[in-house]
């Protein structure tokens, strides 16, 4: 055998946690095999370093604390907050606006009226960058452009929460299947890295070039509320009270979002229509 | 070794039980979820603690990952093992946690698996130089054999002593892989998930960590 296929003792050490993975290509594993059969102390250094991986495994063994207690909040917490349980959730996640607290899986309408009052909604992103959720933006450029700004003056960059991945934007210049989809699919992709909570704000672009018709968005916000009621998320629409036609004030902004934040206060919409009943309607009316 | 098949066999039925476990836990079940707590708390606050400076915020940590395993679990897609996803929560909050205590995060930021300069798991001068006419490379002195009855050696207090002091002094990252992997039981690939870090790296960082372990243990490994 040539010395180049030899493994010195020297690259056995080096490669000891590669072998017990079975990581090792095909010809170290042939090498590293080679070697061990004719060496004694690399047989040695291979025992004691399984003897250190099976006294650390030990210790998992020997410190448990029993914690009844602890084991008991806990069962009170999937009990209170799981998102099994329908109405009501406890209201544990700070709006970022007036003080309010949302529950996970909320879909809130927000009415508002004054710049200020537009403005506000940058302070519902920054409360999650705070406790360092991910936040969405789902809207068309200019209402975007402005939240943006509203970050920086809060002291937030936005430029390095999207690096973070704690900042994206979805475009609404797609079918509204495809939008929601991809809210769906943000959402869960935030969730599989382990991040608590994802909020998303919508600035819908009715009548903007490449966004859905009408018809097509007020289909959208009928399902968003179904799509997130389970999924660690708040999502909140925002409605130019000025801009925007009775119509799809009244359809999109109060008959799809069963939360409503208007001057300063979260509330319970009652005139919000469930999905299906709302959709028939709006069949019955486009025939 | 293990064999191929029976692997994704295994695999497999992993799956399946994890699976099983994330319905019941979606619809509610209490008994599905006391089980989780029972398997994986004690992990957990472990991991915990080695990011945070007390007992009292790594409970709190923990805390947290629980509610984010309760209230994500709707939207967990099973990409990665149900205990590597759990652990991943726990990871996301621990270093949210330490980075407001102002405490070094291991693995932070970009880059930040980089294993640096090489470090050798037995000091060179146990290995006759690589242009030795005869021995390149080769032990010069060899560890000594473990002789009968190790693990009896391994369980006493001293050595179990050794063997946490050893633990606590390696750096942040080696002593976070080696947790994970040796002490908590999962798999190589489990831990660079969690972590997110390369595979390749997690690696080499690991048996860094167990090979000063080792060297700190070596007078217990060998037989008298």
């Not at chain 1, 452009?145 to 979805?170: F, I, K, N, S, Y």
């Not at chain 2, 054999?145 to 633990?167: C, M, N, T």
Request: charged share 25%.
């Amino acid at each position: 055998m040539g010395l180049s296929t030899d493994m010195p003792c020297r690259e056995l050490v080096e490669l000891v946690t590669a072998y017990l993975d079975g990581a090792l290509s095909g010809g170290d594993h042939e090498r590293f095999e080679a070697h061990r059969r004719t060496c004694a102390g690399c047989r040695t250094y291979l025992a004691q370093m399984q003897l250190v991986v099976g006294s650390l495994g030990q210790l998992r063994h020997r410190e448990v604390e029993e914690d009844g207690a602890e084991r008991d909040r806990l069962l009170g917490l999937f009990r209170t907050r799981g998102l099994h349980n329908r109405e009501p959730r406890e209201r544990s996640v700070p709006l970022g606006m007036a003080g309010e607290l949302a529950t996970p899986g909320d879909h809130v309408g927000y009415f508002w009226e004054s710049e200020r009052e537009f403005d506000a909604a940058a302070g519902f992103l920054a409360a999650g960058v705070e406790r360092d959720e991910v936040c969405v933006l789902l809207g068309h450029d200019t209402a975007n452009e402005r939240l943006l700004a509203g970050l920086e003056r809060r002291g937030l960059a936005p430029d390095e929460l999207r690096r973070r991945d704690r900042l994206h934007t979805v475009s609404g210049q797609q079918p509204a299947d495809s939008v929601l989809g991809e809210i769906g699919d943000r959402i869960r992709a935030a969730v599989d890295r382990g991040v608590p909570m994802i909020r998303v704000l919508g600035n819908l672009g009715w009548e903007h070039p490449g966004w859905p018709a009408e018809r097509d968005i007020l289909r959208l916000e009928a399902r968003v509320t179904d799509a997130v009621r389970n999924l660690p998320s708040v999502v909140m629409c925002a409605y130019d009270v000025r801009g925007l036609s009775g119509r799809r004030l009244l359809l999109g902004g109060l008959e799809c979002h069963p939360l409503t934040l208007r001057r300063a206060a979260l509330r319970h919409n009652e005139h919000h229509v469930p999905a299906g009943q709302f959709l028939e309607t709006l069949a019955l009316d486009a025939a | 070794m293990s064999d191929g098949a029976n692997a994704s066999g295994t695999e497999e039925a992993a799956a399946h039980a994890d699976l099983c476990v994330i319905e019941a836990l979606r619809q509610g079940d209490e008994a599905a979820f006391a089980r989780l707590v029972d398997q994986l708390h004690a992990s957990l606050r472990r991991v915990a603690r080695l990011y945070v400076s007390s007992r009292a915020v790594a409970d709190e940590v923990v805390q947290d990952a629980w509610l984010g395993v309760i209230q994500g679990i709707w939207a967990f897609e099973g990409r990665s093992s149900l205990k590597t996803w759990i652990f991943r929560i726990l990871v996301n909050r621990a270093k949210t946690r330490a980075a407001r205590e102002g405490r070094t995060v291991p693995f932070a930021g970009f880059g930040a698996d980089d294993v640096g300069a090489p470090e050798a798991a037995v000091g060179p001068d146990r290995f006759w130089p690589a242009d030795h006419p005869t021995e390149p490379g080769r032990w010069t002195s060899p560890p000594r054999d473990v002789g009968a009855s190790p693990e009896h050696r391994l369980l006493g207090r001293e050595a179990g002593e050794l063997l946490q002091k050893a633990i606590d002094t390696l750096p942040p990252n080696q002593r976070l892989v080696l947790t994970l992997r040796d002490v908590e039981g999962c798999s190589t690939a489990e831990v660079c998930n969690a972590l997110g870090i390369q595979e390749t790296n997690g690696r080499v960082l690991l048996h860094r960590a167990r090979a000063k372990v080792r060297a700190a243990l070596e007078p217990y490994l060998e037989g008298g």
